[in-house]
């Protein structure tokens, strides 16, 4: 079983910045890939942006792009996001999420919440 911890949300003004952590710890094994996900009040859950654990490879929702940066630290089985230029409608719970080679798993979520 992998659990997977997240940390770094906040209440931030129009234009702010956060950084968020997610790490893994548990019985992990195969790691593909890291990623995280929103979910604002009403809505369903959405993808932000996502990283391969063996090689750099990134991808983003075509909303974050150049504002948002996923990174990860392999040794740490930590995944980051820097979120800058951050807006209203960025306001969501941020959840990480994993696929490895024995399933695939959810964090419970941080509030980011974006004043105007």
């Known amino acids: 079983q992998v659990q997977l911890v997240e940390s770094g949300g906040a209440l931030v003004h129009s234009g702010g910045s956060l950084r968020l952590s997610c790490a893994a710890s548990g019985t992990i094994f195969n790691i593909f890939t890291m990623a995280w996900y929103h979910q604002a009040p009403g809505k369903g859950r959405e993808f932000v942006a996502g990283?391969?654990?063996?090689?750099?490879?990134?991808d983003y929702a075509d909303a974050v792009k150049g504002r948002f940066t996923i990174s990860k630290d392999n040794a740490k089985n930590t995944v980051y996001l820097q979120m800058n230029s951050l807006k209203p409608e960025d306001t969501a719970v941020y959840l990480c999420f994993t696929e490895t080679s024995r399933g695939r798993y959810w964090g419970q979520g941080t509030q980011v919440t974006v004043s105007s």
């Open positions: 990283i391969s654990w063996r090689g750099d490879s990134t």
